[in-house]
């Protein structure tokens, strides 16, 4: 209680912002109506409840991201992490998740040399030969700059925002402690998983703010197209990267967003989109290590034909299993098996309680209508976003790694629709879902998979014995637990252990007050203003005390 009472202390300047705005853009209301009024607030400052903008007439998904516009750079990005979740929103609020763009305005040159002669020993007029004071980009958590090596390489250098990281971290703080509220006190909520959202976004912004792991994943997926001549991957110059500075190979191409420039630089659209999807397919499918933000800002078109990607901040990353799952997926869709699209999501559900006749009916009237449609009129994106809203209906959720997946499948695709309007990223993906398929259940790979089924079987019957032997030696010594979850009654224990808290911190402060009456009743010993300096020390501590319960008493009733 008091670690909590503390965080809320710590965090009350923004605390006091971010309701401000949420009330101004009209949401004070569900504030209150989710007891959410209290981890507000409850933090000291009253807020100005009537202070409502003509915003309010506008949609809420408007309203609602215009509010996440204004709250700063984390909240920026978790609308953009919302945005990729279509099995929880309608259509209308990813689209307003999506406008949310990650611009920041630029830091000044003077803050940025500072940091940046913190991070390299030296000034960075000494480390490079030349060093663009114009930023190239600004976005809310680094910024890039041009630079040139002393041997004449031509680099980019991405500094993140003096600052930035205690600033996002709070906001994690306050994100991560109104997930719980939500979760615990609104039932119509709950279905939105608030807590795992959070934590999934709390993992992807924090993995953004070490640079050297984006560095990590260009190398990583490099080294896979280190034999494909038409993918590029900007090289890493590790001797001036750490955690708050990235340098790498300066790409001189055509932005993704200038088809213009691809049409009179003479480059073929169609093979570009071609080569496109296969390096996407092989990321995904192959490797289980893909670009998980490959929007048109993030490619460029080179010559002969190639293209490169940048900005391996946010990668997506699928095991062995989950990859075959994924093939399962796609080749059923494909292929129109709707009893096996069902079984496959209902496993990434993780088996819910859920009307599966009614599900499986769904499923065949959606595959239905893919019904001898030809490859070419088979548009992958519509039928991955359909599906997402039959998820939505059924309360289904995916697990956030095939989030970023489907994310990803949508936007390369298009992507690839801008440069060739009939690509077809089913056509691309047929002949390697076939040939995963095939390779999943060749002799060889069953006999592995049998092989391994068959020494954990008798691992675990030779541990069976043992197991046996350790529950019944705690059966015997009364050892034996077993433990149930109940949600309502896990939260009336924490009650309890407050009410228990604020008890204890009484009976102390009650006897510091009769203590220190006491010993200023006792002549002798060192005084203070010609009172004994104990009983004035017990008083002072007395008042802290008696002060932090008022205040941990007042800041839960604000939630009845």
């Not at 959410?36 to 400052?45: H, M, R």
């Not at 663009?132 to 680099?155: C, E, F, N, Y």
């Not at 925002?161 to 006190?185: F, K, Q, T, Y």
């Not at 959720?397 to 690839?416: F, M, Q, R, S």
């Amino acid at each position: 209680m008091l670690w909590e009472t503390l965080g809320a202390a710590r965090d009350i300047g923004r605390v006091n912002e971010l309701a401000s705005i949420l009330i101004r853009y009209g949401f004070g209301d569900v504030l209150r109506r989710l007891g959410l009024a209290s981890v507000f607030e409850g933090a000291g400052k009253a807020l100005h409840w009537k202070r409502v903008s003509d915003i309010t007439r506008s949609e809420s998904p408007a309203r609602f991201c215009q509010a996440l516009a204004e709250m700063g750079p984390t909240f920026i990005k978790l609308g953009q992490i919302l945005s990729t979740r279509a099995d929880l929103f309608s259509p209308e609020w990813i689209a307003e998740f999506e406008k949310l763009q990650d611009q920041a305005p630029p830091v000044s040159f003077e803050l940025i040399c500072k940091q940046l002669q913190e991070d390299l020993g030296c000034s960075p007029l000494q480390a490079f030969a030349e060093l663009d004071t114009q930023p190239l980009a600004a976005a809310s958590i680094a910024q890039v700059h041009r630079a040139r090596l002393q041997d004449g390489t031509q680099v980019i250098i991405k500094v993140r925002r003096p600052g930035i990281r205690p600033v996002m971290e709070a906001d994690l703080r306050l994100l991560a402690r109104i997930a719980e509220v939500m979760e615990s006190e609104s039932t119509a909520l709950r279905r939105f998983k608030p807590c795992e959202v959070v934590r999934q976004f709390t993992v992807s912004l924090r993995r953004e703010l070490d640079l050297l792991a984006e560095c990590r994943n260009a190398e990583r997926v490099a080294k896979s197209f280190a034999l494909d001549a038409q993918i590029v991957i900007p090289k890493v110059y590790w001797p001036w990267c750490c955690e708050r500075v990235n340098v790498q190979e300066f790409i001189d191409g055509i932005p993704g967003r200038n088809i213009n420039a691809v049409e009179q630089a003479g480059l073929d659209r169609k093979m570009l989109a071609g080569y496109g999807g296969q390096a996407a397919l092989k990321m995904i499918l192959i490797d289980g290590f893909f670009h998980a933000d490959p929007h048109q800002g993030n490619i460029f078109y080179l010559p002969d034909n190639r293209i490169a990607f940048i900005d391996f901040g946010m990668v997506g990353r699928l095991s062995v299993d989950r990859r075959h799952q994924v093939v399962q997926l796609l080749h059923s869709m494909v292929e129109l098996d709707a009893p096996r699209v069902v079984e496959v999501l209902l496993d990434w559900a993780g088996d819910p309680p859920v009307n599966q006749d009614a599900l499986l009916f769904e499923v065949e009237e959606f595959v239905e209508q893919y019904h001898g449609v030809s490859l070419k009129n088979f548009n992958l994106g519509t039928m991955l976003t359909e599906l997402m809203s039959l998820l939505r209906e059924y309360a289904l959720n995916l697990p956030p790694d095939l989030i970023l997946l489907v994310k990803a499948l949508i936007t390369l695709e298009g992507v690839a629709r801008q440069l060739d309007p009939d690509f077809d990223m089913v056509a691309q993906a047929d002949p390697l879902l076939q040939q995963l398929m095939l390779a999943r259940h060749s002799p060889d790979a069953l006999a592995k998979r049998g092989w391994q089924a068959m020494a954990g079987t008798a691992e675990l019957l030779i541990g069976l014995p043992q197991d046996l032997r350790q529950l019944l030696r705690s059966a015997r010594s009364g050892r034996f637990q077993l433990h149930v979850d109940v949600t309502r009654l896990k939260t009336f224990g924490n009650q309890l252990d407050r009410a228990a808290s604020r008890m204890a911190v009484g009976n102390v402060v009650a006897a510091m007050i009769i203590g220190s009456s006491i010993v200023m009743t006792v002549e002798g010993g060192p005084t203070l203003f010609g009172l004994p300096l104990f009983g004035i020390l017990g008083f002072v501590g007395a008042a802290i005390g008696g002060i932090w319960l008022l205040f941990s008493i007042w800041l839960s009733g604000r939630g009845r």
